[in-house]
């Protein structure tokens, strides 16, 4: 297991990424080394400075017969990935595996292909070529990459400059997903704390929007969690039309709730909606196997999936996203590819296609014993490429894409949409082009300051975040300095 000096530089933190996408979690940062595992093999990883505008980025390896030297000389603010590209291509050609996505290990791998389509203009196949060749990209992952921030970019450009974006977290779930990492706790076992915590987010939103001095243009809207439908139906309504009293909601303001679980779907929910103004919502089966919903703990079946989109759809909801999950637990290719023909039979207006990601506060990660890692998974790889396709065929297109932590075969998540449907808030988020007001338990704040992002979390304990909202009001109000 290789063990990674830092000479010149502490990018500790990308260095710990590319070594977790080789040998998995268990990475070691002391001092100046990176390491993981009990077998050690030096790599020196050397940044020195050249002038002000030049640095050198060297790294070798030398180990029992195996060696690598390679050097480059780039601008300072290219050292970061330039560190993170050749650690990747020695790690390669040690272990023999290549992954996707290359060194591109981040959560936006757009961002590198949209700057590498900006930079070669309509050459498009040199754009290409530069994420196959320098960021070991694969063919396929390079041609989505730069589909996706060609699309990304167009929304973009549709956000009203001095506009925010708003996230209001309730992280209340029916039940706890198996695969689940995120705060949501079960809205039955915790009704003590429902009417507290919708009280608490209420007073944290008109605390902050009270302290404008002009109204804020509001581009986006979404409500998310967890499951806000899990919400009681008179508490979940309360909810929206406190929202609606204290938020500057504007016509073209996008709206979007996270309806999520089947299960917790209806009619009276879909009216309150409504009622908020909402033009978006997500119901997601994740899958249409009931056999595999029952694994991962979803309490809901096909059946009520169905059910909940055609309710949706008769109450004239013309814009539904659903999300389906590739390489679930016992799940086959073929598994899948009919959970999307399912999917694309109810002809929703967007479809976001998830990999697995196994996070260690999961009831599922025990899957992944310690020092094992996802190797890339060619049949996982395939069944995406495929799904793309056919999506791409019944006229959806990738409009946005963002990668996790610890994902099956080192893969991705992406959104597709039919033309004129992405969500402007997926776009936004991920690019970290427009300023979020997060609202609620473990909602993240943050403020755009050119090419800096500064950023202002909520407590992700439900009680402490209760206890502690006027603190976290405090907070807010400095970083937008209202």
Known sequence: MPQVLLAGHRYDYPVSEVLRLFFGPGVKTEGDQVSIGDEKIPITSRLTEIDLATVRVETRCSSDGFE?????????????REVKRQLYQCLSHLT???????????????????????????????????????????SGKADLALETAQNEHRLLESIPAESAMVYIGIPFCPSRCAYCSFIARDALSHKALLAPYVNALLYEAKSLFSALEKPTKLSAVYVGGGTPTSLPDELFERLLTGLTEI??????????????????????????????GANRICINPQTFNDQTLEVIGRRHTTAQTVEAFELARGMGFDHINMDLIAGLPGELPRDFGKSLQAAVKLDPESITLHTLAIKRSSTLADLRRPGSRYLPDP????????????????????????????????????GFAKPGEGCVYNVGMMGDATPVI?????????????????????????????????????RKLKLFEL
């Open 379 to 414: 049949s996982l790889e395939m069944m995406l490429t495929e799904a793309k396709a056919s999506l791409e065929q019944n006229g959806y297109a990738p409009y946005y894409l963002y990668r996790q932590k610890d994902v099956a075969g080192g893969l991705e998540n992406t």
């Open 96 to 138: 023999g595996i290549r992954f996707p996505w290359g060194s591109l290990t981040g959560i936006r791998p757009t961002q590198i292909a949209y700057e590498a389509r900006r930079f070669h203009g309509d050459k498009i196949d040199l754009a290409r070529r530069e994420l196959i060749e320098t960021w070991f990209v694969s």
């Open 247 to 276: 938020l500057p909601l504007g016509d073209t303001t996008e709206l979007t709730v996270e309806a999520g679980r089947p299960d917790t779907i209806s009619r009276k929910k879909l009216e309150a909606i409504r009622q908020f």
């Open 438 to 474: 997060g609202l609620g338990s473990g909602a993240m704040s943050k403020m755009v300051f050119g090419s800096r992002v500064e950023r202002a979390p909520n407590s992700r304990d439900i009680k402490d975040y209760i206890e502690r909202v006027d603190e976290m009001i405090a």
């Open 68 to 80: 690598f030297n390679q050097a480059l000389k780039v601008a300072p603010d290219q050292a970061r």
